[in-house]
């Protein structure tokens, strides 16, 4: 099981940040949950810019995104490039 992909956060209160990963640790999930605080961090973690240049390679099995996180502008951003990145998963 060590091909486990990650998960992506996308949310900007701490508090709902804190009550999924408790949600998600509820089920034993072994996943790594990567937190992302808006779309532009999020989209900096997808396409390996930023503070995000030396992670591993892959992307992850699931985006679980606020949509409110940041704004209206970071989200358009984020949708843009989540659907990019579903055309080239094929």
């Known amino acids: 099981m060590s091909d486990l992909k ?3 956060l996308v949310e900007d209160d ?14 034993n999930l072994a996943n ?3 937190v992302a605080r808006d779309g532009a961090e999020a989209l900096d973690y997808l396409y390996h810019r930023g503070n995000h240049q030396t992670r591993t390679n892959g992307n992850p099995a699931v985006i679980l995104l606020d949509f409110l996180a940041g ?3 970071p989200r ?11 055309r080239q998963a094929g």
């Open 71 to 73: 704004g209206s502008r």
């Open 32 to 34: 790594e949950v990567i």
């Open 6 to 8: 990650r998960i992506l």
């Open 76 to 86: 358009a951003k984020l949708q843009t490039g989540c659907e990019r990145l579903r």
């Open 14 to 27: 701490p508090k709902d940040v804190e009550l999924t990963l408790t949600g998600l640790a509820e089920y």
